[in-house]
């Protein structure tokens, strides 16, 4: 597009003259305009599906004491999960798993042969998951609340003793990326923040989604 540019001359007469647009401006938006385009017709395919699937997951556990995290008990995790896919951004996922944890005396300082910091529970909740959507890679986060069911113990000497068994509630904070072209392949960091028994456990977990009825 051309602009109106209107000179006036000494004798008074006007002279309308076309003056070319600002070429880097007009560049800059075009590439914004075409940089949108194709985010948006990708986004279409790439996000997370809706409906609802099943999602298991499994990794190497660790478990930490808000006291000293050098102390760490580790072990096994085990997961899984009913979607319920609101959105192909918005998903809600109630959760049922399992999380193991011990402290090794042969893997830590000898100065600190008593510590310890064990995680053997149950874990019950629910959570929703925001998504980006991002073909292929889409990263994404989760956050609810949940159950623990089991046993605890954080030791630190002449810090802190808790022993506490049965019911304690966690809240539960993950950070994934969702691979594939139908975005079922998980990788997660999973975290339990346990504020009761001052420990958080939290584990590296792969994972995979199915869909039902589908």
Not at 20 to 44: D, G, H, K, Q, Y
Not at 52 to 62: E, N, P, Q
Not at 131 to 150: K, L, R
């Given at each position: 597009?051309?602009?109106?540019?209107?000179?006036?001359?000494?004798?008074?007469?006007?002279?309308?003259?076309?003056k070319p647009p600002n070429m880097i401006s007009t560049?800059?938006?075009?590439?914004?305009?075409?940089?949108?385009?194709?985010?948006?017709?990708?986004?279409?395919?790439?996000?997370?599906?809706?409906?609802?699937?099943?999602?298991?997951?499994?990794?190497?556990?660790?478990?930490?004491?808000?006291?000293?995290?050098?102390?760490?008990?580790?072990?096994?995790?085990?997961?899984?999960?009913?979607?319920?896919?609101?959105?192909?951004?918005?998903?809600?996922?109630?959760?049922?798993?399992?999380?193991?944890?011990?402290?090794?005396?042969?893997?830590?300082?000898?100065?600190?042969?008593?510590?310890?910091?064990?995680?053997?529970?149950?874990?019950?909740?629910?959570?929703?998951?925001?998504?980006?959507?991002?073909?292929?890679?889409?990263?994404?986060?989760?956050?609810?609340?949940?159950?623990?069911?089991?046993?605890?113990?954080?030791?630190?000497?002449?810090?802190?003793?808790?022993?506490?068994?049965?019911?304690?509630?966690?809240?539960?904070?993950?950070?994934?990326?969702?691979?594939?072209?139908?975005?079922?392949?998980?990788?997660?960091?999973?975290?339990?923040?346990?504020?009761?028994?001052?420990?958080?456990?939290?584990?590296?977990?792969?994972?995979?989604?199915?869909?039902?009825?589908?």
């Amino acid at each position: 597009m051309y602009e109106l540019q209107k000179v006036v001359a000494h004798c008074g007469n006007s002279i309308v003259i076309l003056k070319p647009p600002n070429m880097i401006s007009t560049t800059r938006n075009f590439l914004v305009l075409a940089i949108f385009t194709i985010f948006i017709s990708n986004s279409a395919k790439a996000q997370p599906r809706q409906g609802r699937f099943v999602d298991v997951s499994i990794g190497f556990a660790t478990s930490s004491s808000y006291e000293n995290a050098d102390i760490t008990g580790t072990g096994f995790y085990a997961q899984g999960e009913y979607v319920f896919g609101l959105t192909k951004w918005v998903g809600i996922r109630p959760y049922a798993g399992i999380i193991l944890t011990a402290t090794h005396n042969n893997v830590i300082n000898q100065s600190q042969q008593d510590y310890r910091v064990t995680t053997n529970a149950f874990l019950l909740g629910g959570k929703v998951r925001i998504c980006a959507p991002i073909p292929w890679v889409a990263p994404y986060f989760e956050i609810g609340i949940g159950t623990s069911i089991g046993s605890f113990e954080t030791y630190v000497p002449s810090i802190e003793k808790i022993e506490e068994s049965g019911l304690i509630m966690h809240i539960p904070f993950s950070v994934g990326l969702s691979l594939g072209r139908k975005h079922n392949i998980d990788v997660a960091l999973n975290y339990y923040f346990t504020p009761a028994v001052d420990q958080d456990s939290g584990a590296l977990a792969l994972g995979f989604t199915f869909p039902i009825n589908q």
